[in-house]
């Protein structure tokens, strides 16, 4: 049996209608929160907070330069290499429709919505790599071979094709994202995970759309002193709502006959606002995602002495765990065993993020200068600014109050025997 067809007969085997995989479910959408509200991935992204926060994250991942370096033999730096292959289809366009920041983008948004992403990555017959595709990642299964002991290969990807029969691709051949995962094959979808709270969310929002879509008047009752039939009940019902109902009819006076009585039923005003739920949804969302509020617009908690030190924060403990994993998958999926012995690796450069106010950044420079771990072409290069022309640029002080701890003793014995 070929290994397409084992690979088919090992997922009906584990997908039945009475106990269907999780993949399957999400395939038809499926997913209803207690709320009794559908929970998808894009229905998921029309919830401001959720669209800001992954905004935030993937256009922060998208906007950072990112390189090909190379470790000098000594173990004591790096050079970057631009003329090496990858370079161009990291930092520059990774396939013929799209740029790196729009890849970058588009990926970090289906790893951070869905937990996954996925590009396959296209060699141009030398061993070499001309393109990266990516592929949606609900149309992507993945098959553990080491269990199933199918070939030599780890991991076998299936790419659900939306016409045509399906493709399946080797572990070399893909370029897998993944988040937070429970079996280290696929990462945890936070909109599986968090279903009740994004459907609290959307429930909020629709619930107060409709509230307001009839100005938030609360409800009453019609009352008339005889009985009514249904037609008639019907058309009194849409004759009245067609009049009084929605925003652009507020206000107007309402002309009741034959014995009408209008009874409204009483509302909390504060209900009407939603603002108490709304802001808890926030909360809730920017916990989910690691984003501080501030940069959800939520600015109860922020003030001018901390939104500097918590955008920090976000480079720190938000961004920089999402760096770590795409330096260390594009590493192991773009290069090859020997390159990676020979010290190249892959690097984002978030200087530009964490730097301070303009006087912050000139006091540190200066502190560099005085203590000599910094030259003026530094300098310039961390503001950049092109190096000096005058060739002075290079030049690091040394200052004269210090004596490195290498430098040799002067011997107490000959200092006495020269005074003498």
């Not at 173990?75 to 289809?89: E, F, Q, S």
């Not at 572990?171 to 009740?196: A, I, N, T």
């Not at 909360?283 to 030190?309: C, G, K, W, Y």
Request: proline share 6%.
């Amino acid at each position: 049996m070929g290994l397409t067809a084992r690979l088919m007969e090992q997922r009906s085997q584990t997908t039945t209608l009475k106990d269907p995989a999780k993949w399957l479910v999400d395939w038809f959408g499926g997913g209803t929160s207690a709320s009794g509200v559908q929970v998808t991935a894009d229905s998921a992204l029309r919830i401001t907070a959720v669209w800001a926060a992954i905004k935030i994250i993937s256009e922060s991942v998208a906007s950072l330069p990112c390189f090909v370096y190379q470790r000098r033999p000594d173990g004591k730096g790096k050079d970057r290499l631009p003329d090496n292959p990858l370079h161009r289809l990291l930092h520059d366009q990774p396939n013929r429709w799209q740029t790196s920041c729009e890849w970058r983008e588009m990926m970090q948004g289906h790893v951070c919505l869905r937990g996954n992403a996925y590009s396959e990555i296209v060699y141009d017959g030398r061993g070499g790599i001309k393109a990266l595709v990516p592929r949606h990642p609900d149309r992507m299964r993945v098959y553990d071979l080491t269990q199933a002991q199918i070939g030599d290969q780890p991991l076998v990807y299936e790419y659900l094709s939306p016409s045509g029969p399906s493709r399946f691709l080797f572990f070399d051949e893909v370029l897998h994202m993944k988040g937070l995962s429970d079996d280290g094959l696929v990462g945890l979808s936070p909109v599986s995970e968090f279903r009740e709270t994004l459907g609290l969310s959307i429930g909020t929002e629709s619930y107060a759309a409709r509230f307001f879509g009839n100005y938030a008047n609360p409800g009453g009752v019609l009352t008339h002193p005889k009985t009514l039939s249904a037609p008639a009940v019907t058309r009194l019902r849409e004759q009245w709502e067609a009049k009084h109902q929605g925003i652009e009819n507020a206000h107007k006076v309402a002309v009741l006959e034959e014995g009408l009585t209008w009874t409204a039923i009483g509302i909390n005003p504060k209900d009407s606002q939603l603002i108490d739920s709304r802001k808890f949804s926030v909360s809730e969302i920017a916990r989910i995602f690691r984003v501080p509020p501030h940069m959800l617009a939520d600015l109860d908690r922020a003030t001018f002495s901390n939104i500097e030190q918590q955008s920090i924060e976000f480079v720190v403990h938000t961004l920089r765990p999402w760096l770590v994993r795409w330096e260390q998958r594009l590493g192991l999926a773009l290069l090859t065993p020997k390159e990676r012995a020979d010290g190249l690796f892959i690097e984002f450069n978030v200087d530009g993020l964490l730097r301070g106010d303009i006087k912050s950044r000139y006091d540190a420079y200066a502190v560099g200068r005085q203590w000599g771990w910094l030259s003026p072409n530094d300098v310039r290069g961390l503001e950049n600014m092109n190096p000096r022309d005058d060739g002075a640029g290079d030049a690091y002080h040394e200052p004269l109050n210090m004596q490195s701890s290498q430098d040799p003793k002067p011997d107490p014995a000959a200092n006495k025997g020269a005074a003498a």
